[in-house]
């Protein structure tokens, strides 16, 4: 490990931690209010996460990394996934199979046979990061016009469309909103004043928790702008209990790994979230929250000596290079 590199981007580890563990969370059992709780943020953290790291380059560089850390990934995984469902069910359909590959094109989980929910969000982050380097970045008269499509599509109750165009225009918000961040040094001044932090910590928390009395705003609310600013507050929450942690604790090898880890799991815990939920069925456990933060737990660890074995042998699955692999 890189612990120079650590200490400096520790609480983005800590904020990317929090992200994919809600994430995983959010598919078992939970309140209805702590899933509009949670869904008020979790999945616009992780578009303003891409592009708080954005960086600037020419339009080669950025299409090859796209293509390496995002299209690759998601033609493989998708892949992958369909190969492991016909084993797991014995499913040798061939127009069944050729039907599941077909959703591949298609991008969301509106296709009938899109074989694995959690990877909408890769097409969907695949056509924020094009419509931001092609258009938004040349001129914000682009970002405007995407953003009057966005509303149109959102009053409109226009759900699931082709290559998740209707959530990437939503979460293009959140992704301009990192970049902004990123670009004036926001979170630095934040760090830099610690007495700030608790405060807005506070302020954001009891601000998300009325959001979430609304309902599930990231794209079931009544109004738009309710769904920006509901995202937007949870992300100042989640970053600044991520500060908070990173004040009071040393960086953590293990925080920093399940950071590292965070597409893997995303993608994968479709299948380790139904196998441990059998396992914690079992034991029987009274309060649903008890049973379902275990179940998030065991679920994130079996993933990882997967993952392990993926980074060791086949790191491009999930758009590591193998030159990156000693700062791991």
């Given at each position: 490990m890189d612990?120079q590199?650590i200490?400096?981007y520790?609480?983005?580890?800590v904020?990317k931690f929090?992200?994919?563990f809600?994430i ?5 059992p939970i309140s209805k209010?702590t899933?509009k709780?949670l869904?008020?943020?979790h999945v616009?953290?992780f ?15 950025f299409?090859?990394?796209l293509?390496?850390?995002l299209?690759?990934p ?20 061939v127009m069944h199979?050729?039907s599941?590959i077909?959703?591949?094109?298609w991008g969301t989980?509106?296709y ?5 929910s959690a ?12 419509l ?5 970045r040349k001129?914000k008269?682009f970002?405007?016009a995407?953003?009057g499509?966005s509303?149109?599509?959102?009053l409109?109750?226009y759900?699931?469309l082709f290559f ?7 979460g293009?918000?959140?992704f ?11 979170v630095?001044?934040?760090?830099a004043?610690?007495n700030?932090v608790?405060?807005l910590?506070?302020?954001s928390?009891?601000?998300?928790i009325d959001f979430?009395y609304?309902?599930?705003v990231?794209y ?7 769904s920006l ?5 949870g992300i100042?929450m989640?970053?600044?209990l ?6 009071i ?7 920093t ?6 597409l893997?799991?995303?993608c994968?815990?479709?299948f ?5 939920k059998?396992?914690?069925d079992a034991?029987?456990?009274?309060t ?5 933060l275990?179940?998030t737990v ?5 993933l990882l ?7 060791r042998f086949v ?5 590591v290079?193998?030159s990156n692999?000693t700062?791991?």
């Amino acid at each position: 490990m890189d612990y120079q590199k650590i200490n400096r981007y520790y609480w983005m580890d800590v904020t990317k931690f929090i992200g994919i563990f809600l994430i995983v969370l959010c598919h078992f059992p939970i309140s209805k209010y702590t899933a509009k709780f949670l869904w008020t943020f979790h999945v616009p953290l992780f578009f303003f996460i891409s592009g708080y790291l954005f960086k600037e380059t020419n339009t080669q560089d950025f299409l090859d990394k796209l293509r390496f850390r995002l299209i690759q990934p998601y033609i493989y995984i998708y892949l992958l996934t369909v190969l492991l469902t016909v084993l797991l069910k014995s499913d040798f359909n061939v127009m069944h199979i050729g039907s599941m590959i077909l959703g591949l094109f298609w991008g969301t989980h509106s296709y009938p046979d899109f074989i694995n929910s959690a990877l909408w969000f890769l097409p969907g982050l695949i056509t924020v990061q094009l419509l931001y380097f092609f258009l938004v970045r040349k001129a914000k008269l682009f970002y405007f016009a995407l953003l009057g499509v966005s509303v149109f599509l959102y009053l409109k109750a226009y759900l699931n469309l082709f290559f998740s165009m209707d959530l990437a225009l939503l979460g293009l918000n959140f992704f301009v909103a990192g970049v902004l961040v990123k670009k004036y040094n926001l979170v630095d001044a934040i760090r830099a004043r610690s007495n700030w932090v608790f405060i807005l910590f506070i302020l954001s928390f009891l601000t998300t928790i009325d959001f979430a009395y609304l309902g599930n705003v990231w794209y079931g609310g009544k109004h738009y702008s309710i769904s920006l600013l509901g995202g937007l507050v949870g992300i100042v929450m989640t970053i600044t209990l991520a500060i908070l942690v990173e004040t009071i604790s040393k960086p953590s090898t293990f925080i920093t790994y399940i950071s590292n880890s965070t597409l893997f799991i995303f993608c994968f815990h479709v299948f380790s979230s139904p196998a441990v939920k059998v396992i914690v069925d079992a034991l029987a456990i009274k309060t649903m929250i008890v049973s379902s933060l275990l179940a998030t737990v065991l679920s994130i660890l079996i993933l990882l000596p997967i993952n392990e074995m993926i980074v060791r042998f086949v790191p491009e699955l999930i758009g590591v290079k193998r030159s990156n692999l000693t700062t791991r």
